[in-house]
């Protein structure tokens, strides 16, 4: 069902919102940037439709929403452990189809991935509902046509923004009598990005041999790369962590267990007990990155993990572009199927 609302009166059902869920888009964050006065765009609660950045692609995903970049799981002492809480509201998410379709990939690893949930994860996704920005052409960097993810239908509301009104395809019927309320019924269907500049051309699985892991064309990497993590905490489907013991001052033998984001590009990540330390070398780290997001997972799970949203691209210091990699990995498999015959 279709609704076109005014920004003023779309404003009304965000204060309306507001007293049930915790509401997050897409914010402008002036002189946080990477560079010397330039604006930091990332995930943030908004209280109105202005503060709503949807022009740009944002710097960071919304991942931290549900998988904080610091986590408290339990609290202890000498005798007892207590497990820690999160609030009680419910939670709204502005994304774009990319971002949706790579929280389905963070479900996968949390929640399907072997005989146990994630409990600390779950217990903040089940509250999550979306609303799908729509995505009608491509920004710098992206790729999500050749990754299968411009697409997706999986949110409760889809919004179209324009100067002074916003367009709504309402899903859920949770929202709908806000929206008759205030807005005008019409006739609406969402689009699509379906083409983007930049062009990925995935390997075939089965064309991979162990042989490939150990080709030249990663040294590439071990002369470029800086582990800063950078592509590693943009990416909406990085999911792994460390977890750390906090002591406190006043008492040593109290204190709490956080999880902590973490990534195979980031120093210290692959140390052991012993001091045992692998892939010290970053183009190593470079080629467990890539052939996870396009192999590994997608053997295990019938999907590729990256959603090509383009953001370790935009955000890697040292220029790095992780579809020209994909791209790389393409055209050395065929040279090798080449040489082969």
Not at 70 to 88: A, G, I, N
Not at 174 to 193: A, I, P, Q, R, S
Not at 253 to 274: L, P, Q, Y
Not at 276 to 305: A, L, P, Q, V, W
Request: proline share 2%; hydrophobic share 30%; glycine share 4%.
């Amino acid at each position: 069902m279709g609704f076109q609302i005014q920004n003023k009166d779309f404003n009304k059902i965000l204060e309306s919102l507001k007293k049930e869920y915790k509401i997050y888009a897409p914010k402008r964050f002036e002189k946080r940037g990477r560079f010397s006065d330039t604006d930091l765009i990332k995930y943030g609660e908004i209280n109105s439709i202005e503060e709503i950045v949807y022009d740009e692609k944002s710097h960071y995903s919304p991942k931290e929403i549900v998988y904080p970049i610091t986590q408290t799981l339990f609290y202890f002492t000498e005798e007892e452990y207590k497990e820690s809480t999160v609030h009680d509201k419910k939670i709204i998410i502005f994304l774009r189809p990319c971002d949706i379709n790579g929280m389905r990939r963070l479900d996968t690893i949390f929640l399907q991935n072997g005989p146990f949930k994630d409990v600390y994860y779950e217990r903040l996704r089940e509250k999550v509902k979306f609303v799908m920005m729509e995505c009608r052409e491509s920004f710098e960097n992206c790729f999500c046509v050749s990754m299968n993810s411009n697409y997706t239908d999986n949110y409760s509301i889809g919004v179209r923004f324009e100067e002074d009104r916003v367009i709504c395809d309402i899903k859920d019927s949770d929202f709908k009598n806000l929206f008759e309320e205030l807005g005008e019924k019409v006739d609406f269907t969402l689009e699509y990005v379906k083409e983007n500049n930049v062009k990925v051309n995935l390997p075939n699985s089965d064309d991979i041999t162990v042989e490939f892991f150990n080709d030249k064309m990663w040294e590439e990497y071990s002369k470029r790369c800086i582990a800063c993590g950078r592509c590693n905490t943009s990416c909406i489907t990085c999911s792994c962590f460390t977890t750390q013991d906090i002591s406190y001052e006043e008492n040593p033998n109290s204190g709490e267990r956080r999880r902590v984001w973490a990534g195979c590009h980031i120093d210290k990540f692959t140390n052991m007990a012993g001091g045992h330390d692998f892939r010290k070398d970053y183009g190593s780290r470079m080629r467990f990155k890539t052939m996870h997001k396009i192999y590994d997972y997608n053997k295990r799970f019938g999907e590729h993990m990256c959603v090509g949203c383009g953001r370790c691209d935009d955000r890697c210091p040292q220029y790095i572009s992780f579809s020209k990699c994909i791209n790389k990995v393409s055209e050395t498999l065929k040279k090798e199927e080449t040489t082969n015959e």
